[in-house]
């Protein structure tokens, strides 16, 4: 599984992630950014920080 806490990445927001792929994990937190951010659109940076800071659990 994957797990991403947008928190730390954004920081105040308490928005958490566990999906079974970092694919589907990206997709959830890019529709997250654009409804709750504000985000037309999620750029490169943002998409690095948030794969650094994907957990992967058992």
Avoid: W
Avoid at 12 to 35: D, M, P, Y
Avoid at 37 to 57: F, W
């Amino acid at each position: 599984m994957k797990t991403f806490a947008c928190g730390d990445v954004v920081p105040g927001c308490n928005a958490r992630f566990v999906c079974s792929s970092e694919e589907e994990l990206l997709a959830q937190v890019a529709a997250h950014a654009r409804a709750d951010h504000g985000m037309a659109t999620v750029p490169q940076s943002l998409v690095d920080e948030v794969r650094s800071a994907i957990v992967t659990t058992a």
